[in-house]
Nanobody
Framework: QFKFVESGGGLVQPGESLKLSCTAS????????IIWFRQAPGEEDEGVSC????????YYADSAKGRFTISRDNAKNTAYLQMNSLKPEDTGVYYC?????????????????WGQGTQVTVSS
């Protein structure tokens, strides 16, 4: 069974940082492009960032450029999203997804997520 476990979310104030992790089980993460999506109430899911499996190519949504950094550790079957200078509009549930096609721009949202997500709330 393909599964992700996302973690690292929390309640922070604007300007603070968080580092999200997603650990894969049931498959080899290194064979897939990995995408972080944000799901916020009343909004379409946004592909915040993506990292390819082959050459480490990355994609960032305009909302994330300059503030977020995606990375992966294939030996640990884990991907990360370092989020700095957080803003209230970054609030949402963050999910990982895997795409055998690699890192498409913009990343299409999957029909279903394989994990429970991690809640990020940015509020003063």
């Amino acid at each position: 069974q393909f599964k992700f476990v996302e973690s690292g979310g929390g309640l922070v104030q604007p300007g603070e940082s968080l580092k999200l992790s997603c650990t894969a089980s049931g498959f080899t993460l290194g064979h897939y492009g990995i995408i972080w999506f944000r799901q916020a109430p009343g909004e379409e899911d946004e592909g915040v960032s993506c990292i390819s499996s082959v050459d480490g190519h990355t994609y960032y949504a305009d909302s994330a450029k300059g503030r977020f950094t995606i990375s992966r550790d294939n030996a640990k079957n884990t991907a990360y999203l370092q989020m700095n200078s957080l803003k209230p509009e970054d609030t949402g549930v963050y999910y990982c997804a895997a795409d055998a096609r690699g890192c498409l721009a913009p990343p299409p949202a999957p029909a279903n997520y394989w994990g429970q997500g991690t809640q990020v709330t940015v509020s003063s």
